[in-house]
């Protein structure tokens, strides 16, 4: 195949990248969609040999380049890393025939040759090339991932001592590095065995949080692992099962000033680490929080320290999730786990601490509430209208109580004496519930004749779940 055959497929391609797609028919997206991923998957195997080749006749040093890495990224715009990677799994194909002639084809794909290169770099070559034609009939059916996970149970089954190890090495390696960014954001890296329970217990931990919360959820899956994320360290500290700090319970502090919890707008709060929280946030926070009274003087040493106050009682905080059920704000789905308790009078404005005055919402809408603009008001007891920046009214969907549904079911069903009815003496218990009144029913938990309030107002939104037990200090 000579270099114009070359580049007159990738003209090609270039082509067919360029057709508009909304004109082929569903059959053709299909067909096309396979063909492509195999084009693709050839043209990575052809690739992959050539890079072999310019390495191995040391073409790049006959063009004053340092190295074959060298010369792909200024020519291709490759990573260095990225070229080095793929070079590796050439250069070990070179003994495993039956694995490169299956890429060749496009039988198996380079991320499985990858894995079997890699196999044949930790296990001995020898190893490898005995079982070649079962890799690829392996890879031909499974995904990249499980044929590592493949590849490193015979790593064990064959030569234990080595894979003991290597588990040892990679347990060594073990790292997590959590910083700070200029904005404000939390950066986290690092590094977990794969061979033990370690890496799976943080993904299984991980997966079962971050699944969609409802059909209208848009985060991205990689926005619903980070809010998992954040998740279990806050049901983890809210478990009081963490070792305690100075005799406390473990938790997250904030430190703010009295005159940033009274306000309506502004202010900021800091944290142990010395970031800064906007105001909002900290009053967010402080609705479902234990609050330490610290009066300082005016080089902010401390004179005295006040009585720390949790603001719902274990009883206060079961009827609350009774009564709500989950977030109560209109459309939203998520359930009480993901919510915190909201003053609608926050306690610093004078509000008590009674289920009149509060309302579960999530964490995305606790912080809309707080930080963009929303308010609340209280128009009957367990009953809630919503009020957007622009001042246009919200009805929520209050929670229906499945007794109650109930209820209404027998009132409304046939109770005729032809009835079929459950237990003894139906037709005569059917006909006395004609004649008896209705039952009064019983008061919804938290029932109260509380006043509406707005909420603090501000602006910007952000989406995480967050669990009822926000265990933040303000002082």
């Known amino acids: 195949m000579s270099s114009d055959t070359v580049v007159e497929i990738v003209n090609a391609a270039k082509q067919l990248a360029a057709v508009d797609t909304d004109s082929l028919s569903d059959d053709d997206i299909v067909t096309e969609l396979v063909a492509l991923r195999r084009l693709a998957d050839v043209a990575e195997a052809a690739y992959l040999r050539r890079l072999r080749t310019f390495d191995t006749r ?24 990225e070229t080095s990677r793929v070079l590796n799994v050439a250069k070990r194909l070179v003994d495993l025939p039956v694995i490169e002639a299956a890429l060749i084809a496009g039988d198996i794909r380079l991320p499985h040759a990858a894995a079997i290169a890699d196999a044949a770099a930790l296990l001995g070559t020898d190893v490898i090339a005995g079982c070649q034609d079962t890799l690829v009939a392996a890879a031909k059916t499974d995904d990249p991932t499980r044929l590592r996970a493949a590849l490193r149970g015979l790593g064990a089954a064959v030569d234990n001592k080595d894979a003991v190890r290597r588990a040892r090495r990679r347990d060594q390696g073990r790292w997590l590095d959590i910083a700070s960014t200029f904005d404000g954001a939390v950066a986290i890296n690092g ?21 969609p919360s409802g059909p209208n959820d848009e985060r991205t899956p990689a926005q619903r692992r980070a809010d998992a994320l954040v998740e279990l360290c806050r049901r983890q500290l809210n478990s009081g099962l963490l070792p305690t700090q100075g005799g406390e319970p473990t938790h997250v502090t904030v430190v703010t000033d009295l005159d940033t919890l009274e306000a309506s707008a502004g202010g900021f709060g800091e944290l142990p680490d010395g970031s800064i929280l906007r105001g909002e946030t900290v009053r967010r926070l402080a609705c479902d929080a234990k609050v330490t009274r610290i009066i300082v003087d005016p080089s902010s040493q401390p004179l005295d320290v006040g009585r720390a106050q949790r603001t719902l009682t274990p009883a206060q905080r079961k009827a609350l999730r009774l009564r709500d059920g989950g977030c109560r704000f209109p459309g939203c789905d998520r359930p009480i786990e993901w919510t915190d308790a909201h003053h609608l009078l926050h306690w610093a404005h004078g509000g008590c601490t009674d289920l009149a005055n509060l309302i579960s919402l999530c964490r995305k809408h606790h912080t ?56 003894p003496g139906a037709a005569t218990t059917a006909a006395a519930s004609r004649r008896a009144p209705e039952p009064r029913r019983a008061p919804s938990p938290g029932a109260g004749d509380a006043a509406g309030h707005a909420c603090a107002d501000g602006e910007g939104t952000h989406e995480s779940g967050t669990h009822a037990d926000d265990e933040s200090d303000a002082a």
């Open 58 to 81: 040391r073409l790049s040093e006959q063009r004053s380049v340092l190295s074959t890495r060298s010369w792909v990224k200024h020519e291709l715009h490759v990573a260095p890393a």
């Open 191 to 211: 590094m977990l065995p794969g061979d033990d329970e370690a890496g799976s217990v943080v993904a299984t931990a991980i997966d079962a949080l971050a699944k």
């Open 368 to 423: 809309a509430v707080h930080e963009g603009g929303w308010s609340i008001l209280c128009v009957a007891p367990g009953r809630f209208v919503f009020i957007d920046p622009d001042g246009c009214r919200r009805d929520e969907d209050p929670p229906v109580s499945t007794s109650r549904v109930v209820h209404r079911l027998v009132d409304v069903s046939d109770t005729s004496e032809g009835s079929p009815r459950a237990g």
